[in-house]
C-alpha cells in the first residue's frame, strides 16, 4: 500500500487510520504508516507529552524511522498481541520495522521503554531516524546531551535516553538526536527509548531490550489466547479485547476513554477534548465486556478502583476520575495549532464538574454485575450504594448535562432518567437480595415509579412515536439504546421497542448511526459516534432480532481501519476518522455486541 506523503498533503498530518497504537499498561505511543511515532506521552497515559507532532506537526515533536527513498508500507499487529510490524519496501530492498513498549520485569529496568527493531528482509535500504523530544506538551526547556556515551534529553525529572545498536552513530543535535544506516538482508538494527521520571534512569544492554522484546510478545499472546469469546467475529473481538487491554492503567485498574487529546469531532472545529480519563459512564460497559472476555482479574481491579475512586466524592459521583483516582482534571489550552488546524487544543476536561444523573445508575448497574459474577461487598460499600440511591431519590428531578456532556443548558435528558430508574431497580435487587441495606427500599421503589411516569407523560412523543432525547422535545437520541441494553422497564410496553426502530430509521447513515441532530451549546457538527452504532447492533440482538444485528456488525467491521481500530467517530460520507483514537467505548460496544449476538443464538 502506498503510504501518503504529509508534504503533499500541505498541513503535515497523516489521516487518523495510518496510525497503530502501541503500549504497556502505563503509556501509550501512536505510530503512523510512514514510521513516525507523533503520540507519547510519559510517564503514564495522562501524563504531558514527549511526542505530540499529531496536535502540533511543527512544534510537538516525534520519533521518525522510515527509509530514506521513496517506499510503500504494509503493515499488521503481530498475530495476537500489541507489538506493531511494518514492511517497507523500496527499489532497492525491504526492510520490516518491529515497534513495541517493553513491558516491566522485575529487577533493574528502565521506566518506561520503547523499542524499534529494523530487520533487513532483501537487498540495500538506506534508513534514516530522528528523536525530537519536546517535552511537557513542547513546554519545558529540553536540554539534549550524552551520559556514558549516550545521548540523552532531559527536563526537570524527566529523562529520556536514545540507546542504538546497528542503527548508525547517533548525532546530537541542539534539540534532536539522529542517525543513518543501510539495512543489508538478514542484518538486524535496534533502537530503544529509555525513560525515566523522578528516578535514575537506567541505560539497558542491547541483550537485555531483546529479551524483554521477546518477553513482550509472549506476554501478550498468553493474555489474547485466554479471551473467552469464541463467535464468528473472534478476530475482531481479540483486537477490541488488545485494544482496551492498552488503555486499562495497570498500577489501578481504570480504563481510559482514549489515548489521546483534543483530536477533532470535525476537522477545523472546536470540539476537540481531552479523553484521557475514566468516564462513570463507561463503567457498566466495561465491567460487562470483561466479564465476557473471560478477564475476572482485571474487571475486579476496574471495580475497585471505581469504587475507591468514588468515595472521594460519595454521595455524589464526579463525571469522570483521572487514572490514579483523583477528581480533579482542570480544562487548559495549550498553544498547539491542533491536528489539521483543529483549535483549541484542551487538556483536562471541564465535564468533570457536570451534572450527569445517568451516573449513578452506571454505578449501581456495575455493583450488580459485579454481584451476580460472584464478587462480594463489604458492609462500608454497602452502605454507600445504598446511600447512592437514597441520593437519586432526591436528584432525579433536576435537570443535567445528559451522557453527551452538551455544553449548552441543562435539559431533563430522557437517558439520565432511565439511567436513575436504572439505579433504583438495582438498587432494588441488591437489597432484596441481601447485599446491601434495604431500609429505604420502600422509597425506592416509590420514586422508581414516579419516574417511569415522567418519562411515559413527558418524555414520549405521539408524533414520533418513540421516546425523545429530552423532556418536552421532539427530537432523537441514540443514548435512549441504553434503555434497551441496560434493562429499562419502568415504561408502557413497547414504547423502548418503537424507539430502537424508529432511532434506526432516523438517526442512521448507512450503517452509521449519529448521537442526536439538536442543539448542544457548540458550532459546528460533528461525524458518527461509533459506539451508537454497535449499540444497535445489541439493541436489535436483544430484541432477538438476530439477522439484522448480525448484517449491521458485518458492514461496521469493514470500516475499522486495517489493524482493527475505531476512532469515536466516522465521517459518513468520506468514511474518516475523527476524535480520540483509539477510543475505548467503540471497543466495548463492539465486544458486547459481539457476546450479545452470541447469547441470542447468532
Given at each position: 500500500?502506498?503510504v501518503v506523503?504529509?508534504r503533499?498533503?500541505?498541513?503535515?498530518?497523516?489521516?487518523?487510520r495510518d496510525?497503530?497504537?502501541?503500549?504497556d499498561?502505563?503509556?501509550?505511543?501512536?505510530?503512523g504508516r510512514?514510521?513516525?511515532?507523533?503520540?507519547?506521552?510519559?510517564p503514564?497515559?495522562?501524563?504531558?507529552s514527549v511526542?505530540?507532532?499529531?496536535?502540533?506537526?511543527?512544534r510537538?515533536?516525534?520519533?521518525?524511522?522510515?527509509?530514506?527513498?521513496?517506499f510503500?508500507?504494509e503493515?499488521?499487529?503481530?498475530?495476537?498481541t500489541?507489538?506493531?510490524?511494518t514492511?517497507f519496501?523500496?527499489?532497492?530492498?525491504?526492510?520490516?520495522?518491529?515497534d513495541?513498549?517493553?513491558?516491566?520485569?522485575p529487577?533493574l529496568?528502565?521506566?518506561?521503554?520503547?523499542?524499534?527493531?529494523?530487520?533487513?528482509?532483501?537487498?540495500?535500504v538506506?534508513?534514516?531516524?530522528?528523536?525530537?523530544?519536546?517535552?511537557?506538551?513542547?513546554?519545558w526547556?529540553t536540554?539534549?546531551g550524552r551520559?556514558l556515551?549516550v545521548?540523552?534529553?532531559?527536563?526537570?525529572?524527566?529523562?529520556?535516553a536514545?540507546?542504538?545498536?546497528?542503527?548508525?552513530?547517533?548525532r546530537?543535535?541542539?534539540?534532536?538526536i539522529?542517525g543513518?544506516?543501510?539495512?543489508l538482508g538478514?542484518s538486524?538494527a535496534l533502537i530503544a527509548l529509555?525513560?525515566?521520571?523522578?528516578e535514575?534512569?537506567v541505560?539497558?544492554?542491547?541483550?537485555?531490550?531483546?529479551?524483554?522484546?521477546?518477553a513482550?510478545?509472549?506476554?501478550?499472546?498468553?493474555?489474547a489466547?485466554?479471551r473467552?469469546?469464541?463467535g464468528?467475529?473472534?478476530?475482531?473481538?481479540v483486537?477490541?479485547?488488545?485494544?482496551?487491554?492498552?488503555?486499562?492503567y495497570?498500577?489501578s485498574?481504570?480504563?481510559?476513554?482514549?489515548?489521546?487529546?483534543?483530536?477533532?469531532?470535525?476537522?477545523g472545529?472546536?470540539?476537540n477534548?481531552?479523553?484521557r480519563?475514566?468516564?462513570?459512564r463507561?463503567?457498566?460497559?466495561?465491567l460487562d465486556?470483561?466479564?465476557?472476555?473471560g478477564?475476572?482479574?482485571?474487571?475486579?481491579?476496574?471495580f475497585?478502583?471505581l469504587?475507591?475512586?468514588?468515595q472521594l466524592?460519595?454521595?455524589?459521583l464526579?463525571?469522570?476520575y483521572?487514572?490514579?483516582g483523583r477528581?480533579?482534571?482542570?480544562?487548559?489550552e495549550l498553544?498547539?495549532?491542533g491536528?489539521?488546524?483543529?483549535?483549541?487544543?484542551r487538556?483536562?476536561n471541564?465535564a468533570?464538574t457536570?451534572?450527569?444523573?445517568?451516573v449513578?445508575g452506571?454505578?449501581?448497574?456495575?455493583?450488580?454485575l459485579?454481584?451476580?459474577a460472584?464478587?462480594e461487598?463489604?458492609r462500608?460499600?454497602?452502605s454507600r450504594l445504598?446511600?447512592?440511591?437514597?441520593?437519586?431519590c432526591?436528584?432525579?428531578?433536576?435537570?443535567?448535562?445528559?451522557?453527551?456532556?452538551v455544553?449548552?443548558e441543562?435539559?431533563?435528558?430522557?437517558?439520565?432518567?432511565?439511567?436513575?430508574w436504572?439505579?433504583?431497580?438495582r438498587?432494588?435487587?441488591?437489597?432484596?437480595?441481601?447485599?446491601?441495606p434495604?431500609?429505604h427500599?420502600?422509597?425506592w421503589r416509590?420514586?422508581?415509579?414516579?419516574i417511569?411516569?415522567?418519562?411515559?407523560?413527558?418524555?414520549w412523543s405521539?408524533?414520533?412515536?418513540?421516546y425523545?432525547?429530552?423532556?418536552?422535545?421532539?427530537?432523537?437520541?441514540?443514548?435512549?439504546l441504553?434503555?434497551a441494553?441496560?434493562?429499562?422497564?419502568?415504561?408502557?410496553?413497547g414504547?423502548?421497542g418503537?424507539?430502537?426502530?424508529?432511532?434506526s430509521?432516523?438517526?442512521s447513515?448507512?450503517?452509521?448511526?449519529?448521537?442526536?441532530a439538536?442543539?448542544?451549546?457548540?458550532?459546528g457538527r460533528?461525524?458518527a459516534?461509533?459506539a451508537?452504532s454497535?449499540?444497535?447492533?445489541?439493541?436489535?440482538?436483544r430484541q432477538r432480532?438476530?439477522?439484522?444485528a448480525?448484517?449491521?456488525?458485518?458492514?461496521?467491521?469493514?470500516?475499522?481501519?486495517?489493524?482493527?481500530?475505531?476512532?469515536e467517530?466516522?465521517?459518513?460520507?468520506?468514511?474518516?476518522?475523527?476524535?480520540?483514537f483509539p477510543?475505548?467505548?467503540?471497543?466495548l460496544?463492539?465486544?458486547?455486541?459481539?457476546?450479545?449476538?452470541?447469547?441470542?443464538g447468532?
Open positions: 500500500m502506498a506523503d504529509r503533499a498533503s500541505g498541513d503535515g498530518y497523516a489521516p487518523l496510525y497503530g497504537a502501541i503500549g499498561g502505563r503509556a501509550m505511543a501512536l505510530v510512514d514510521g513516525s511515532i507523533d503520540w507519547l506521552c510519559l503514564d497515559l495522562d501524563s504531558p511526542f505530540a507532532a499529531l496536535l502540533d506537526a511543527e510537538g515533536g516525534r520519533f521518525a524511522l522510515a527509509p530514506d527513498l521513496p510503500t508500507a503493515r499488521r499487529y503481530l498475530p495476537e500489541n507489538v506493531l510490524e514492511t519496501a523500496t527499489g532497492g530492498g525491504s526492510v520490516r520495522v518491529t513495541a513498549m517493553l513491558l516491566p520485569e529487577g529496568a528502565p521506566g518506561r521503554e520503547l523499542v524499534r527493531r529494523v530487520e533487513g528482509l532483501a537487498g540495500e538506506p534508513m534514516r531516524w530522528s528523536v525530537e523530544p519536546r517535552l511537557g506538551y513542547a513546554g526547556r536540554r539534549v551520559r556515551g545521548p540523552v534529553a532531559a527536563a526537570g525529572s524527566d529523562a529520556v536514545v540507546s542504538a545498536w546497528g542503527a548508525g552513530k547517533p546530537v543535535g541542539a534539540d534532536s539522529e543513518s544506516f543501510t539495512s538478514e538486524q529509555s525513560t525515566a521520571h523522578g535514575p534512569l541505560l539497558p544492554s542491547r541483550g537485555e531490550v531483546e529479551a524483554r522484546l521477546a513482550t510478545v509472549g506476554f501478550w499472546r498468553e493474555w489466547a485466554e473467552r469469546y469464541e464468528p467475529w473472534r478476530e475482531a473481538v483486537r477490541s479485547a488488545l485494544a482496551l487491554k492498552l488503555l486499562i495497570a498500577p485498574g481504570a480504563i481510559a476513554a482514549a489515548g489521546t487529546a483534543s483530536l477533532p469531532e470535525e476537522l472545529g472546536v470540539r477534548w481531552d479523553y480519563y475514566c468516564w462513570v463507561d463503567s457498566t460497559f466495561t465486556a470483561l466479564l465476557r472476555l478477564c475476572p482479574g482485571e474487571g475486579r481491579s476496574f475497585w478502583w469504587l475507591h475512586a468514588s466524592t460519595h454521595p455524589e464526579r463525571v469522570l483521572r487514572l490514579n477528581a480533579r482534571a482542570p480544562e487548559r498553544p498547539f495549532e491536528y489539521r488546524g483543529s483549535r483549541p487544543v487538556v483536562g471541564e468533570a457536570q451534572l450527569q444523573l445517568d449513578y452506571h454505578l449501581l448497574a456495575t455493583a450488580s459485579f454481584c451476580d460472584g464478587g461487598l463489604d462500608d460499600t454497602a445504598a446511600a447512592t440511591a437514597d441520593f437519586v432526591r436528584a432525579w428531578r433536576l435537570p443535567d448535562s445528559g451522557i453527551w456532556e455544553r449548552s441543562p435539559l431533563h435528558f430522557t437517558e439520565s432518567k432511565m439511567m436513575c436504572i439505579a433504583l431497580d438498587a432494588l435487587a441488591l437489597a432484596e437480595r441481601g447485599l446491601i434495604a431500609r427500599a420502600a422509597l416509590r420514586e422508581a415509579e414516579g417511569g411516569r415522567f418519562i411515559d407523560e413527558r418524555c405521539q408524533t414520533l412515536g418513540s425523545t432525547r429530552a423532556a418536552g422535545e421532539e427530537g432523537l437520541d441514540a443514548s435512549l441504553l434503555g441494553l441496560m434493562g429499562y422497564a419502568g415504561g408502557a410496553d414504547r423502548l418503537a424507539t430502537v426502530e424508529r432511532i430509521a432516523t438517526l447513515r448507512g450503517p452509521l448511526v449519529l448521537r442526536y439538536a442543539d448542544d451549546g457548540l458550532p460533528e461525524g459516534f461509533l451508537c454497535f449499540w444497535l447492533v445489541d439493541a436489535l440482538a432480532r438476530v439477522e439484522d448480525c448484517a449491521l456488525m458485518e458492514r461496521l467491521l469493514t470500516l475499522a481501519s486495517d489493524l482493527g481500530l475505531y476512532a467517530e466516522i465521517e459518513p460520507e468520506t468514511r474518516a476518522f475523527l476524535g480520540n477510543q475505548g467505548l467503540v471497543h460496544a463492539l465486544v458486547n455486541a459481539a457476546a450479545s449476538i452470541e447469547e441470542a447468532g
